[in-house]
């Protein structure tokens, strides 16, 4: 198999190399990336809708996607270059919600009109969307979600609670996932909306981290009265639609090129210091967990190129597992990057928030935080199944009261 890119693909990563190289310098002092980066203070807020300006004023936020709905119709590997690359630099300025999870569900399931309306702003980063899937008592059970949406004429009148609602306090839009009809269970009578975040009724509260920093929240909505033309795809069918948008979000080429980044950052730290009057990368058991590191960021890239290749093909069952075996080895080689720095790193490894602390102390922060990865985006028991069922074609349980 022969994984080498074309001149032409070769030309488009160094100009992407040379962008973000760029851009990054304008970054708010020790923007970490990721959801804290984003969404934890408004300097990191605002540099990240910076960002989105400026890949819109290029065109590449919406790489694949048709032009008249503001793409560049480039090819799947032109999309997996650009999101390995942006990884490598932990650039934020991609909307995972909006970019990665809504617009793919506009131009699956919406109509013409949503389309043309909705994704133009999407593609020029003038919009920032939120998910509102988890409730109280639905998370990766979610088609047991109770938020109702019930029509009214031309509106849908919205009631319930969502969770854990990501990014919340600075979004315009979220998509939301309410049963409309109120007798149904279970998947049946699931629909999914285009919410604008400024509808009277909607009330945002945050959840806090331990250490106060705000980057979940709880969202309610009272009587919220929603305009029938951001209902999605046919009333009552939003489980399927839903289903397609778990698969969009799990593919995670540039989470594997960032965390290479940080395998080769804590190498570097390996060789500048010493223990014991021995340098860290010399101990065999360094080592082996480096190697060990490397090996799963080298198998993680390669499965992001799989699932690039499988979406060329329009081969929904296989992106199905192979999304789902991505989101599984992501998130739990997050856990041991983070677990190994910190034993390599001693007792320097709990460092934060002090000139002292190896690698800016984000190992710490990391460690902290990776366990909510294996949570969040569908648990990974849930993935296990998925794999289990869809890609080894295993017989579902069914067990009795």
Same mark, same amino acid.
């Given at each position: ?44 807020? @605002? ?111 919205? @009631? ?41 009724? /909607? ?13 979940? @929240? ?48 804590? /190498? ?45 093909? @329009?081969?929904?069952?296989?992106? /199905? ?81």
């Amino acid at each position: 198999m022969d994984f080498s890119l074309t001149a032409e693909e070769q030309a488009f990563e160094k100009e992407l190399e040379v962008f973000f190289e760029a851009e990054m310098k304008n970054a708010p002092p020790e923007f970490a990336g990721g959801l804290e980066g984003i969404y934890a203070n408004e300097e990191g807020n @605002n540099f990240h809708k910076y960002m989105a300006k400026r890949l819109g004023e290029k065109g590449w936020i919406a790489h694949a996607w048709p032009k008249q709905y503001g793409g560049m119709e480039a090819t799947i590997m032109e999309q997996m270059i650009f999101d390995e690359v942006r990884g490598r630099y932990g650039a934020p300025g991609i909307d995972a919600f909006g970019v990665g999870m809504f617009a793919p569900t506009l131009l699956v399931g919406a109509t013409e009109e949503q389309k043309e309306r909705l994704l133009p702003p999407i593609a020029k980063g003038e919009v920032f969307y939120c998910q509102g899937w988890s409730e109280p008592d639905a998370g990766s059970d979610l088609a047991s979600v109770t938020t109702l949406a019930i029509r009214d004429g031309d509106h849908f009148i919205v @009631n319930g609670q969502k969770t854990w609602t990501t990014g919340g306090h600075y979004s315009d839009h979220m998509f939301l996932l309410a049963r409309t009809d109120s007798d149904s269970k279970r998947g049946k009578g699931l629909s999914v909306f285009n919410v604008d975040m400024s509808l009277p009724g /909607i009330e945002v509260r945050p959840l806090l981290y331990m250490d106060g920093n705000h980057i979940y @929240n709880e969202v309610y909505f009272k009587d919220v009265k929603l305009p029938a033309y951001d209902l999605i795809g046919e009333e009552g069918k939003g489980w399927d639609l839903t289903r397609q948008t778990m698969n969009f979000e799990r593919s995670g080429q540039g989470a594997y090129a960032g965390m290479r980044v940080i395998v080769d950052e804590l /190498i570097g730290y390996m060789k500048n210091t010493k223990r014991g009057g021995k340098s860290l990368a010399d101990d065999p058991i360094n080592r082996k967990k480096i190697a060990q590191l490397i090996i799963d960021c080298e198998m993680g890239t390669t499965l992001g190129y799989k699932i690039g290749w499988y979406q060329s093909k @329009n081969d929904a069952m296989n992106i /199905i597992w192979s999304a789902s075996s991505s989101k599984l080895l992501a998130t739990e080689l997050a856990q041991r990057l983070s677990q190994y720095a910190t034993e390599i790193m001693g007792s320097y490894g709990q460092m934060e928030d002090d000139p002292e602390a190896p690698m800016g102390g984000h190992m710490a922060n990391l460690y902290q935080f990776c366990k909510g990865m294996t949570i969040y985006a569908g648990t990974n028991e849930i993935q296990r199944n998925l794999i289990a069922w869809v890609g080894l074609g295993l017989p579902r349980l069914k067990f009795k009261p």
